[in-house]
């Protein structure tokens, strides 16, 4: 069964980290685009990072100098280091996966408390 499930979201002060985990199976990480997308409430979704299977990365501006996108191939797992969180980065975070298909996850929610 093709499935991503994303961990490690909560509820933070602002100014503090959080690692998010997306662990996939049925596919392997390696091969795919792997990215997070986050949705705030009341707004679209929007690309967050990205990860290319040459290790390429890109940020949302965001985000650049405050979050790292990283995989873990021998865990088939995908990681987002957060760093420095603000309000404003309140939002359900999603793994993404696409190549030949595109595979979401559930999502799993961030809440930064100012």
């Known amino acids: 069964q093709v499935q991503l499930v994303e961990s490690g979201g909560g509820l933070v002060q602002a100014g503090g980290s959080l690692r998010l985990s997306c662990s996939a199976s049925?596919?392997?990480?390696?091969?795919?685009?792997m990215s997070w997308y986050r949705q705030a409430s009341g707004k679209q979704r929007e690309l967050v990072a990205s990860?290319?299977?040459?290790?390429?990365?890109t940020y949302a501006e965001s985000v650049k100098g405050r979050f790292t996108i990283s995989t873990d191939n021998a865990k088939n797992t995908v990681y987002l280091q957060m760093n420095s969180l603000r309000p404003d980065d309140t939002a359900v975070y999603y793994c993404?996966?696409?190549?030949?298909?595109?595979?979401w996850g559930q999502g799993t929610q961030v809440t930064v408390s100012s």
């Open positions: 993404n996966a696409k190549w030949l298909r595109e595979i």
């Open positions: 049925g596919i392997f990480v390696s091969r795919y685009i």
């Open positions: 990860i290319t299977t040459r290790e390429t990365t």
